[in-house]
């Protein structure tokens, strides 16, 4: 399964983007899909994880009620809306997915919100 993430951009503080990740294949399996970010010169975080069925997430502290992450099994994506975006969001955007032991990773999505 390959994974696609599109949905970057240069985007004002304040503004909203929306991220999708498409996979080539089926998700339903995966039991765990996410997105990652990675800023200039840090380490690769979480900010945000959504289980198999999309009953339950998980967010970094820093984007609760800014950020909600979906995913449509059928469609085979998963979304991530950011609102409220700040310059601190900055950063490559990757999607992540984990299916019977393995992991798969999308190519990163540029988000650059400019203050």
């Known amino acids: 399964v390959q994974l696609q993430a599109s949905g970057g951009g240069l985007v004002q503080a304040g503004g909203s983007l929306r991220l999708s990740c498409a996979a080539s294949?089926?998700?339903?399996?995966?039991?765990?899909m996410g997105w990652y970010r990675q800023a200039p010169g840090q380490q690769r975080e979480l900010v945000a994880s959504i289980d198999q069925t999309g009953s339950s997430s998980y967010y970094l502290h820093s984007v609760k009620g800014r950020f909600t992450i979906s995913r449509d099994n059928a469609e085979n994506t998963i979304y991530l809306q950011m609102n409220s975006l700040k310059p601190e969001d900055t950063g490559v955007y990757y999607c992540?997915?984990?299916?019977?032991?393995?992991?798969?990773w999308g190519q990163g999505t540029q988000v650059t919100v400019s203050s």
């Open positions: 992540n997915g984990f299916e019977f032991s393995i992991t798969y």
């Open positions: 294949g089926s998700i339903r399996s995966f039991s765990q």
